[in-house]
């Protein structure tokens, strides 16, 4: 029998936000072709002082109703920007990933928040993607729109977040300068086995290439999910087949097992 997950009220995620309860962790994302590491995806979490780990589903939405989601964000945007930084110190070059909403893209100050972070950061624009999610319905599209456009023209990747849910459409595709389409994990596992499946990841996957965007895969669990993005040509897979999201000191030894993992033909045991 599941429980209930437990619901917080906006009064707990505000101190959570501002008592630095919140952590990233962190997702990889892998070239299909040759396993080679290409970046992670940030996945916020709370480490609640009395509940342990806390995943998102369980207080994004709450930020989300109650006003809070701008701050969270920038809380994570700012270490995920300091985390990159430490792995270019440290040798390893990759891309990092940030979610955001469109309710932080009509802050009109959060084009300049993200490119005052990169310059005290000292990433790279091209080092950092935005993964646009827009859980709710925006009856006015222009702020988000110029944001997101003056983003692009500073280099920063944008990645269309859960492509086939929500209210992702193809007018997003017609009005924003995409880099990236990442294919919700409903529609990429089984993929193989299952027609309705296999239809709509086929024909996202031929969106994104109509648009000369990079395609994700998430939500790919096994071997044959891992097959599948291979014979579909699929540019990178995120999911537990490659890796959960782990805190960031996890990633060099995930990194180091990965590369074996590679070599035996990925016949290692899948991540439980």
């Given at each position: 029998?599941?429980?209930?997950?437990?619901?917080?009220?906006?009064?707990?995620?505000?101190?959570?936000?501002?008592?630095?309860?919140?952590?990233?962790?962190?997702?990889?994302k892998?070239?299909?072709?040759?396993?080679?590491?290409?970046?992670?995806?940030?996945?916020?979490?709370?480490?609640h002082?009395?509940?342990?780990?806390?995943?998102?589903?369980q207080?994004?939405?709450?930020a989300?109703?109650h006003?809070?989601?701008?701050?969270?964000?920038?809380v994570?945007?700012?270490?995920?920007?300091?985390?990159?930084?430490?792995?270019?110190?440290?040798?390893?070059?990759?891309?990092?990933?940030?979610?955001?909403?469109?309710?932080?893209?009509?802050?009109?100050?959060?084009?300049?928040?993200?490119?005052?972070?990169?310059?005290?950061?000292?990433?790279?624009?091209?080092?950092l993607?935005?993964?646009?999610?827009?859980s709710?319905?925006?009856?006015?599209?222009?702020?988000?729109?110029?944001i997101?456009?003056?983003?692009?023209?500073?280099?920063?990747?944008?990645?269309?977040?859960?492509?086939?849910?929500?209210?992702?459409?193809?007018?997003?595709l017609?009005?924003?300068?995409?880099?990236?389409l990442?294919?919700?994990?409903?529609?990429?596992?089984?993929?193989?086995q299952?027609?309705?499946?296999?239809?709509i990841?086929?024909?996202?996957?031929?969106?994104a290439?109509?648009?000369?965007?990079?395609?994700?895969?998430?939500?790919?669990?096994?071997?044959?999910?891992?097959?599948?993005?291979?014979?579909?040509?699929?540019?990178?897979?995120?999911?537990?087949?490659?890796?959960?999201?782990?805190?960031?000191?996890?990633?060099?030894?995930?990194?180091?097992?990965?590369?074996?993992?590679?070599?035996?033909?990925?016949?290692?045991?899948?991540?439980?």
């Amino acid at each position: 029998m599941h429980e209930t997950p437990r619901t917080y009220s906006p009064v707990a995620v505000c101190r959570a936000i501002a008592n630095g309860e919140l952590v990233n962790y962190y997702q990889p994302k892998v070239d299909v072709v040759t396993g080679a590491w290409h970046g992670v995806e940030t996945l916020v979490r709370w480490r609640h002082p009395n509940d342990g780990l806390v995943f998102p589903d369980q207080f994004i939405g709450v930020a989300e109703n109650h006003g809070l989601i701008d701050d969270l964000t920038r809380v994570v945007l700012v270490e995920a920007l300091a985390q990159a930084r430490r792995w270019h110190d440290s040798g390893l070059a990759l891309r990092v990933a940030v979610n955001v909403s469109m309710s932080n893209l009509i802050q009109l100050d959060f084009a300049d928040f993200v490119l005052d972070q990169l310059l005290q950061s000292g990433v790279a624009a091209q080092d950092l993607i935005l993964e646009v999610t827009e859980s709710r319905l925006m009856t006015d599209l222009r702020t988000p729109l110029d944001i997101l456009t003056r983003l692009r023209l500073k280099h920063i990747s944008l990645s269309i977040d859960d492509f086939g849910t929500g209210h992702s459409s193809l007018s997003q595709l017609r009005d924003i300068a995409f880099n990236e389409l990442k294919i919700d994990r409903g529609f990429v596992h089984n993929a193989s086995q299952d027609k309705t499946k296999y239809a709509i990841f086929t024909a996202s996957l031929g969106i994104a290439r109509q648009f000369a965007m990079k395609t994700v895969a998430e939500g790919v669990e096994d071997r044959a999910d891992w097959e599948f993005l291979r014979q579909q040509d699929c540019d990178l897979a995120q999911g537990y087949f490659v890796a959960k999201a782990m805190p960031a000191a996890d990633l060099p030894l995930w990194l180091a097992e990965w590369t074996a993992r590679c070599a035996a033909g990925l016949d290692a045991k899948t991540p439980v």
